[in-house]
T-cell receptor, first 112, second 115 residues
Framework: SQQGEEDPQALSIQEGENATMNCSYK?????LQWYRQNSGRGLVHLIL?????REKHSGRLRVTLDTSKKSSSLLITASRAADTASYFC????????????FGKGTMLLVSP | KAGVTQTPRYLIKTRGQQVTLSCSPI?????VSWYQQTPGQGLQFLFE???????NKGNFPGRFSGRQFSNSRSEMNVSTLELGDSALYLC??????????????FGPGTRLTVL
């Protein structure tokens, strides 16, 4: 079953602009991860944030986590055409398993 | 290191047939998970294998099964295929030790079409 929802479902921006995607989830989590998928291919891990962390950075990526609101956001700064992809958040719960529960994803289109 | 490989990449079957998909994890990875991706249901967890044992299982019917070999390679099998089984099947491997903080490395997927 899906853990939550990404918002927006689709986002279209110009190169150089920032892109912000939001993710909401339903249950308590151990950590939350963001993945990228290019055109129906495999998923690429972008960043992991633990439940006791509030913000994390990796290159042009910034992730925030608000466990009180059960939500996370992914910010991509200075977007490039190569960032065009679908972005998924995935949560890991406290069951002890590393199973990922995915949201529905945001399709990002970055135009040159 | 070579990434996760999945074979075949594309497969066309007819209803009622069975299919076996294969996944070779990154060298040294002992955990292999399988996910199904469809436009309607999104990405859903099928099962996870660790050291040849099924460690966790998602909410799928018994027609979906899997196994893992001593070299960590994994196969999943779907019997009595239905039209709704058409999907992208993704395999992911992770570090030798179990751990919820482990990044999962995904293969390119097998695109299964059931006619």
């Amino acid at each position: 079953s899906q853990q939550g929802e990404e918002d927006p479902q689709a986002l279209s921006i110009q190169e150089g602009e920032n892109a912000t995607m939001n993710c909401s989830y339903k249950t308590s989590i151990n950590n939350l991860q963001w993945y990228r998928q290019n055109s129906g291919r495999g998923l690429v891990h972008l960043i992991l944030i633990r439940s006791n962390e509030r913000e994390k950075h990796s290159g042009r990526l910034r992730v925030t986590l608000d466990t009180s609101k059960k939500s996370s956001s992914l910010l991509i700064t200075a977007s490039r055409a190569a960032d065009t992809a679908s972005y998924f958040c995935a949560t890991v719960d406290f069951s002890g398993y590393s199973t990922l529960t995915f949201g529905k994803g945001t399709m990002l289109l970055v135009s040159p | 290191k070579a990434g996760v490989t999945q074979t075949p990449r594309y497969l066309i079957k007819t209803r009622g047939q069975q299919v076996t998909l294969s996944c070779s994890p990154i060298s040294g990875h002992r955990s292999v998970s399988w996910y199904q991706q469809t436009p309607g249901q999104g990405l859903q967890f099928l099962f996870e294998y660790f050291s040849e044992t099924q460690r966790n299982k998602g909410n799928f019917p018994g027609r979906f099964s899997g196994r893992q070999f001593s070299n960590s390679r994994s196969e999943m099998n779907v019997s009595t295929l239905e039209l709704g089984d058409s999907a992208l099947y993704l395999c992911a491997s992770s570090l030798p030790s179990s751990g919820v903080y482990n990044e999962q490395f995904f293969g390119p997927g097998t695109r299964l079409t059931v006619l």
